[in-house]
């Protein structure tokens, strides 16, 4: 596989397979994603036609955006009864919810590098949906837990609160300097006057390392009669509101594919190959403590 081509943005493209990124709330579009819908039909469509090799789609999430993986999973099933049946497969997303707080935690260590005075970390995304959104405090909670400053809050972009608003609200807290720390591709429109900006959460180069990583995994899986569609279907179960079943009630709710016998799968995470994040950069422990390594 070849590096990314700048001509062809949204892609990579090589002898044996092109690799088209798919990108959501989470500023994916930084990276050259595409929006999942009609422009990542119309791409894979197109790397079908250009070339014989197989096509792979990696969705561009941090861990927040299932809805993504599975409109991504939507696409390729359309497409794989027309032309592409065979040559299309679903990457593993880009990373989880665990990456995304390990890496985090590395950009909140970056943060006192720059400014050793540093006492309060603001967490900032793009504001998507409620429960997308309260993932993101979540994760900042983890930060906090495994890190070492004593104020860590959240904001977003064009949301609620939005970042001056999470700014006033630490520097109410006590906060001398306030570190701004990207829990998204993009950078927020604005940076509030005052605000260190620790800049993007990954270096291109280390985007571009892991995407890698992810479309060899997947084309590992495709030799193997596995394109990922059917987990990628799944990856919004349990995201949501919860509802339950009366007594006796059938659950026979159309999720898009059978769930047949055998062990469980996981939800677009990782396709059942164990840790994709072995050799990525940037991979801490934050559920253990441990610590992050910077991915630049």
């Known amino acids: 596989?070849?590096?990314v081509a700048p001509e062809r943005p949204g892609a990579t493209s090589g002898p044996e397979?092109?690799?088209v990124l798919a990108g959501?709330?989470?500023g994916g579009a930084a990276t050259g994603a595409l929006r999942a819908g009609r422009p990542l039909a119309d791409a894979v469509r197109a790397a079908l036609a250009a070339a014989p090799g197989p096509v792979c789609v990696v969705p561009m999430t941090l861990g927040r955006d299932p809805a993504l993986i599975a409109d991504c999973a939507r696409a390729l099933r359309w497409l794989g009864r027309e032309e592409g049946h065979g040559r299309l497969v679903l990457a593993a997303p880009f990373a989880t919810v665990d990456h995304l707080t390990a890496w985090l935690r590395t950009a909140a260590l970056k943060a006192v590098r720059q400014s050793p005075g540093t006492s309060a970390v603001l967490v900032t995304a793009p504001a998507a949906g409620p429960f997308e959104d309260a993932d993101l405090f979540r994760v900042a909670r983890l930060v906090r837990q495994y890190g070492h400053h004593r104020w860590v809050e959240v904001a977003f972009d064009g949301g609620d609160p939005d970042?001056?608003?999470g700014v006033e609200r630490c520097r109410r807290l006590g906060a001398d300097q306030v570190a701004l720390i990207r829990a998204a591709f993009a950078a927020p429109a604005v940076v509030p006057a005052g605000v260190l900006d620790v800049g993007p959460?990954?270096?291109d180069a280390a985007v571009a390392q892991?995407?890698?990583a992810r479309a060899q995994e997947a084309l590992h899986r495709l030799t193997h009669g596995q394109?990922?569609?059917a987990e990628g279907l799944d990856a919004e179960h349990g995201h949501g509101y919860a509802h339950s079943h009366g007594p006796g009630a059938d659950h026979d709710h159309d999720h898009g594919h059978g769930h047949g016998p055998g062990p469980a799968h996981g939800h677009g995470l990782s396709h059942g190959h164990g840790h994709p994040h072995d050799r990525e950069p940037g991979h801490g422990h934050p559920h253990?403590?441990?610590h992050g390594h910077s991915p630049h």
């Open 24 to 26: 959501g709330h989470e």
């Open 17 to 19: 397979v092109t690799v």
């Open 227 to 229: 394109d990922g569609i």
């Open 163 to 165: 970042l001056a608003e």
């Open 1 to 3: 596989m070849a590096a």
């Open 210 to 212: 892991v995407v890698r």
């Open 288 to 290: 253990g403590g441990g």
């Open 201 to 203: 959460l990954l270096s």
